[in-house]
């Protein structure tokens, strides 16, 4: 029997093993086979923990998943050395390990990534791609190349959108320059420099699309950075409209996605 054992970074965020956890369960309801969940660091299971309990359930046959999205550190090092390990550790038992790609940037989180824009992402905002980020600079590559690949989908939809009445339009009040603004995708790594304050200069509105598979507290900074200048716009809105005698309500300028989580199921699925 196959067995399908996801292994994340981990994280010590309290909510993140629960979507880890539940990412694990739907992959494998998809792939009909049972699911298991492991953690580099920070939480538990860790690997040979998992590997021991499919085996123990009579699995003879593992695939490991790791929800990596980069070939960074982690997945060149980390994994490898794990992985080793726990293969004596099924030989001995008499079953084997099949490592999996990882989650990956290419045509399938593309899609992804695009469904999530088109459904979340308020029109006229300018999208933020979010990623942890690599001392990898290959890895932080493949993430800026995916971001221009979505805003090419992005940019090309709006544009076949434009010739079909009521679908995919832009705002008809919108100029060219802030539908091209719309378009593009920039990113932003979390474990760079702070440049959503400087993005905010460039853009009226903006939303966040986190490339992240949990809860993390990276990803949560990230939120408390937009917040405060959600909070900042706010403040001179009040006392603009104080002085007007004029309301000041008015959206949110910074708005944002949540973590890929089960959204990720059928890219892990089709691993197997």
Do not use: C, W
């Not at 980390?78 to 038992?93: G, I, K, N, T």
Request: glycine share 8%; aromatic share 2%; proline share 4%.
């Amino acid at each position: 029997m196959t067995a399908l054992i996801t292994l994340s970074h981990g994280s010590r965020h309290p909510q993140a093993v629960g979507l880890i956890d539940e990412l694990s369960a739907a992959a494998a309801n998809s792939a009909g086979v049972e699911g298991y969940s492991s953690h580099l660091e920070f939480n538990e299971p860790d690997l040979r923990t998992a590997v021991a309990e499919a085996i123990a359930d009579g699995h003879k046959h593992l695939v490991i998943v790791p929800l990596l999205f980069t070939r960074g550190f982690h997945q060149k090092v980390d994994v490898p050395e794990q992985l080793a390990a726990v293969r004596q550790q099924a030989q001995r038992a008499g079953a084997d390990v099949e490592l999996a790609d990882g989650l990956g940037t290419g045509v399938a989180m593309e899609e992804l990534l695009s469904r999530v824009i088109a459904r979340e992402a308020p029109a006229g905002a300018h999208v933020v791609l979010v990623s942890v980020g690599s001392s990898d600079h290959a890895a932080n590559a493949s993430v800026d190349k995916l971001a221009r690949r979505v805003a090419a989908r992005r940019a090309g939809v709006n544009q076949a959108g434009a010739h079909q009445p009521g679908v995919n339009q832009p705002d008809v009040n919108q100029s060219d320059a802030e539908q091209s603004s719309a378009d593009d995708i920039s990113v932003v790594f979390a474990t760079g420099p702070n440049r959503l304050a400087e993005l905010a200069q460039h853009h009226e509105r903006m939303h966040l699309v986190p490339l992240f598979v949990s809860h993390g507290l990276l990803l949560d900074r990230m939120y408390r950075q937009a917040e405060e200048i959600n909070a900042a716009q706010a403040g001179g809105l009040r006392a603009g409209a104080a002085q007007a005698g004029e309301s000041a309500e008015q959206e949110r300028r910074i708005t944002y996605s949540q973590p890929l989580g089960t959204a990720l199921a059928e890219v892990v699925a089709a691993q197997i």
